[in-house]
């Protein structure tokens, strides 16, 4: 609940809304018996704009909030910073070993969902400002134990 109120304020304190809401996809049904999560659509809103950007939330059991979104945004920011030159140390194990092995398939899916992640970080960071982004990025770090 602290970290809630926490949120809020960071929300208020930089102009910031957010609304959260479910989509329906094709293969809802199957969603449930596969124990897949759900989408949802969230949209950031300032004066002057808004932000939108789907996310996949684990929330089989429950409906999503605003909270469970914006932790889920700041843990990919914060985990894009912690990966930098990920890009880099991929092509030099692909440039000595080449492609062949199954080991780059996993390694390539990692690359493009870390790749898509840190270009919605990098949206979220030019949308909310360089400020609100540092503070809500280490407020997802601290409710998360990465730092004290």
């Known amino acids: 609940m602290e970290s809630s109120r926490r949120?809020?304020?960071i929300l208020r304190r930089h102009g910031l809304s957010i609304e959260l809401k479910q989509i329906f996809t094709k293969n809802h049904d199957k969603r449930e018996k596969l124990q897949e999560p759900a989408h949802y659509e969230c949209r950031l809103k300032k004066s002057g704009g808004e932000m939108k950007i789907t996310l996949p939330v684990d929330s089989l059991h429950h409906r999503a909030t605003?909270?469970?979104?914006?932790?889920?945004?700041?843990?990919?920011?914060?985990?894009?910073?912690?990966?930098?030159g990920f890009d880099e140390f991929h092509?030099?194990?692909?440039?000595?070993?080449?492609?062949a092995d199954e080991v780059f398939?996993?390694?390539?899916?990692?690359?493009?969902?870390?790749?898509?992640k840190c270009s919605q970080s990098r949206r979220l960071r030019d949308f909310m400002g360089e400020s609100?982004?540092?503070?809500?990025?280490s407020e997802a770090e601290e409710w998360n134990g990465l730092v004290n």
């Open 66 to 84: 605003p909270w469970d979104a914006l932790f889920l945004l700041a843990m990919d920011a914060s985990a894009c910073a912690m990966l930098e």
């Open 132 to 137: 609100a982004y540092r503070e809500l990025r």
């Open 7 to 9: 949120l809020q304020c």
């Open 91 to 99: 092509r030099e194990v692909e440039d000595l070993l080449g492609d």
């Open 105 to 116: 398939q996993g390694m390539n899916e990692f690359r493009e969902e870390y790749e898509h």
